[in-house]
Each structure stands twice: as structure tokens, then as C-alpha cells.
């Protein structure tokens, strides 16, 4: 298992309000998908998974529309 931070942002659809929502927490996982899937049960649940040269791992979801994005590095 490795530990990770990880930074969970959920963008604004309303046009006039540029903020989102973020969230942070360290968790102890083997598998950063499978993590993000125990997290949204929806059948639509899209993922693109992105690496950063750093290591980090940044996976952009989307589900029914509404952009998420999940940010795990490594501790």
C-alpha cells in the first residue's frame, strides 16, 4: 500500500461563480481508481487518468456532467 494526499475538486456548472469545492485527506490505498470508484457508484461514471512527471496522478471524472477532479500524491 502506499500513502497518498489526495485533493478531491468538484467544479461550479453555474456560469457567473468560478469557485469550486476542495477537499483533502491522506489515505493509505494499493489502486487510486479503484479508490475513486468505491466513492461514485454511478453506471456514467467517466474517468481519463493523467501522470505528471513529479508522480502524481490526476484523474478528471465525470459523472451525469459534473466535472470532478482527483489529485493523489504520493507521502
Known amino acids: 500500500m502506499k500513502e497518498y494526499e489526495v485533493v478531491y475538486e468538484i467544479f461550479n456548472e453555474c456560469a457567473n461563480n468560478q469557485m469550486r469545492d476542495v477537499f ?6 494499493d489502486d487510486p481508481e479503484s479508490y475513486i470508484r468505491k466513492k461514485h457508484k454511478e453506471k456514467d461514471l467517466k ?7 513529479d508522480g502524481t ?19
Not at 474517468?47 to 512527471?53: F, Q, S
Open 57 to 75: 496522478i490526476v484523474y478528471h471524472v465525470d459523472t451525469a456532467g459534473m466535472l470532478q477532479r482527483y489529485t493523489f500524491t504520493e507521502i
Open 47 to 53: 474517468l481519463e487518468r493523467e501522470e505528471l512527471a
Open 24 to 29: 483533502f485527506e491522506e489515505v493509505m490505498i
